[in-house]
């Protein structure tokens, strides 16, 4: 079998994450429908994050051929380490992940306490990577996942640390979207091939416009007028 190009590699890893995000969405969306305000629903979030995160972790050790290189293990979600590895597997393709952008979902900032969407760049979103990491962490390992950092400011404060709302999953899943297709787009993968992404049932502020996200429309606007232009 032929090795896969990089656009082609970049386009099944796409199509794979999509798939794998698609449990975690069903799960937010038991959480919703069935009027989750009993407790018993309330580590259904966690299920949900851990099955997030781990797809969005694969999909960047797939796409730098991580763990062929390293007997099967898998690249953690740190950004410069991706962009590391990126360099390392694909030098001539120049990949700009600090430019990246995501969204995520955070406790309000304002009047009320209604969550709200968070615009994620440069160290702010290094911040909200380590953040998920070490909640992640802290769930894997049997841990109170009220002890995870948050130099993001994203998570929710409780008595006894941070908590991660359904709210918070959600918006790791939309964070995780935007990642994968920025990296799609620079891989050579064209729009048209970006998978589309599954998404939970919206509810309250997140049936409202999400803020853009400038550098995913540039190389969107890139890949449209070709290379050439």
Known sequence: MPEWSLPDLAEAAGNELALRLRMPCDIIDVHRVNGSSAKIYTSLRYGAFLLAYAPIENFFTQLTRYSTRTKGRALPLN????????DVQWPAQRFRSNLWEGRARQQSTGPGNRSEWAFLHGKCLK???????????????????????NTSKTLWKVED????????????????????????????VHPTNVPSWPQPQRTGISRSDLPPLPH????????????GE
């Open 127 to 149: 911040d909200y990577l380590s953040d998920m990491k070490s909640l992640r962490d802290l769930l894997s390992h049997g841990s109170d996942p009220r002890g995870a950092t």
């Open 161 to 188: 640390g941070w908590s991660m709302r359904l709210m918070g999953v959600e918006g790791f899943l939309q964070f995780a979207e935007d990642l994968a297709e920025q990296a799609m787009l620079e891989s050579g």
């Open 216 to 227: 995913r429309d540039r190389l969107v606007a890139w890949h449209d007028a070709g290379p």
């Open 79 to 86: 950004l410069d380490k991706i962009q590391r590895e990126l």
